[in-house]
């Protein structure tokens, strides 16, 4: 079962990065000067809403049919309400984990998102909190040593 890793909030950059207009393909990319449309924050790009906003670290593979893998640093807005279907950070009995929230009626589940990893579904007795609603995710493809 995928559990998360509170990493902290997220406070506001006043870094500034070029952001090109044109779309890169998949093959030879050629980016020109010409093509640069504006400057673009990470707290513009990833919505930050601090400070609201947190990070986390996905930690397991059960999120791996949306596309968060082990390792990946989730952003989420803690001021979102969390809704049928959000995925969310969420704590059950003290146990932090990624999930979706599926809500039927009453019955609450946090659905994983691989069909190796059973629903977990919230039994009376249960303490679950929502932490947040996950809006985002980044992930490093290489790094040099």
């Known amino acids: 079962m995928a559990t998360a890793t509170i990493l902290g909030p997220v406070g506001c950059s006043v870094i500034e ?3 090109f207009s ?3 393909p998949a ?4 980016p020109a000067q010409d093509h640069l449309e504006q ?4 707290d513009q790009l990833l919505d930050v809403d601090a ?6 670290r996905a930690d397991g593979e ?3 049919g949306i596309g968060i893998f082990d390792g990946d640093v989730m952003v989420v807005n803690r001021a979102m309400p969390a809704r049928h279907r959000d995925i969310v950070i969420a704590a059950i009995n003290g146990d932090t984990f990624v999930k979706r929230l599926i809500q039927n009626g009453p019955q609450i589940v946090l659905q994983s ?3 190796t990893f059973a629903p977990r579904y919230i039994l009376e007795g249960d303490e679950l909190l929502i ?3 996950v809006i985002g995710s980044i992930r490093r493809h290489h790094c040099h040593a």
Request: charged share 10%; proline share 14%; no cysteine.
């Open 27 to 30: 093959g030879f990319p050629s």
């Open 62 to 64: 059960s999120m791996v």
């Open 131 to 133: 932490w947040g609603v």
């Open 22 to 24: 044109s779309r890169v």
């Open 39 to 42: 400057k673009l924050s990470l």
């Open 51 to 56: 400070p609201h906003t947190f990070l986390v």
């Open 17 to 19: 990065l070029p952001f």
């Open 113 to 115: 998102e691989s069909p």
